[in-house]
Nanobody, 123 residues
């Protein structure tokens, strides 16, 4: 079972990036993105149900970030626009293999994690 995150990089404030998380080995239902800045705890960013019908976002990214998924490719995406310096962090994707669990906004709502990808948006 593997979640492979990619797409991070260095971008000017105001720019855009798209993160991808490719899943393999299991069927994942709710999937989400979290981030962790230096010296801070990992925090929720966005989550999506398997059907894509329900999404949730942290207040800090609403209107700028969009989560989506392509189940045929077993991949979830995070489109990040209007990046700010405070978005700088390592971004992690999480996957939940329980079909009865809804899209969670907490770490314990996911049972598998990817390795993280660095996003840097300097001032």
């Amino acid at each position: 079972v593997q979640l492979q995150a990619s797409g991070g990089g260095l971008v000017q404030a105001g720019g855009s990036l798209r993160l991808s998380c490719a899943a393999s080995g299991r069927t994942f239902y709710a999937m989400g993105w979290f981030r962790q800045a230096p010296g801070k705890e990992r925090e929720f960013v966005a989550t999506i149900t398997r059907s894509g019908a329900i999404t949730r976002y942290a207040d800090s990214v609403k209107g700028r970030f969009t989560i989506s998924r392509d189940n045929a490719k077993n991949t979830v995406y995070l489109q990040m626009n209007s990046l700010k310096p405070e978005d700088t962090a390592v971004y992690y994707c999480g996957g939940n293999t329980a079909p009865s669990t809804g899209p969670g906004t907490t770490l314990n709502g996911y049972d598998y994690w990817g390795q993280g990808t660095q996003v840097t948006a300097p001032a």
